[in-house]
């Protein structure tokens, strides 16, 4: 098992983004854990507690609804969604971060499948109740960002949520960083895709130091 180095860890997804190939890496990460979920760097290991919250107080009943997760990483908050009832299918472009998910929950009624946000199965086009973006768009460039927006609000059926939880920034602030954070203006974009916002938190997370993050509701 590999140990997480920050600076190479950016240098490689750097290296990727120049050649147009924003993707390309993510099966990297998870191949680096040799076969230990608990390894994957960016894995809380836990739900996400504002996807929790949500779940908790929403209005309606959950179950029977279907959900998708994108960029499912090791599966937390795809195991949540389905402990609250919803019919989830969970996709990663990593096959092995898939790999890793279904070792992980041998007996889970999560659908674990390896799939690209940008040329996902028809079937699933406006075809889903919930549709949880954690942390996807913030590791793309550029106009991949603009793409991965659009898709996701493409997977949501008519009356339909999409649940966003990301880092945060001010504008004009950390634009060089990797992950780059999203601002306000751009999270807002998905108001500017004919959603409307159900509830919006800007917080800081437990870490030392505290990192801005954003949890967002935006309804079709």
Request: aromatic fraction near 14%; include cysteine.
């Amino acid at each position: 098992m590999k140990t997480f180095d920050p600076v190479a860890y950016k240098k490689m997804v750097k290296f990727y983004q120049d050649q147009d190939d924003p993707t390309g890496w993510f099966n990297n990460i998870y191949t680096d854990a040799e076969g230990d979920y608990r390894a994957v760097f960016w894995a809380d290991l836990e739900p996400n507690p504002y996807l929790l919250k949500w779940l908790k107080n929403s209005p309606f009943n959950h179950t029977g609804r279907k959900a998708i997760v994108v960029g499912c990483g090791v599966g937390d908050d795809a195991q949540a969604l389905s402990e609250a009832g919803y019919e989830v299918t969970a996709f990663d472009i990593s096959p092995e971060a898939i790999r890793l998910c279904k070792k992980r929950y041998s007996d889970t009624k999560v659908k674990y499948l390896i799939a690209d946000l940008f040329d996902y199965p028809s079937q699933w086009f406006e075809n889903y109740d919930l549709v949880y973006e954690c942390n996807t768009i913030q590791v793309l460039p550029g106009k991949y960002r603009v793409q991965a927006r659009s898709a996701m609000v493409s997977l949501l059926a008519p009356q339909g949520f999409i649940l966003v939880s990301c880092r945060s920034r001010a504008q004009g602030e950390q634009q060089n960083d990797i992950p780059l954070p999203l601002d306000k203006k751009e999270i807002d974009g998905f108001i500017g895709c004919g959603l409307s916002e159900e509830s919006f938190e800007a917080y800081d997370d437990t870490q030392e130091p505290p990192v801005p993050h954003f949890f967002a509701v935006y309804k079709k």
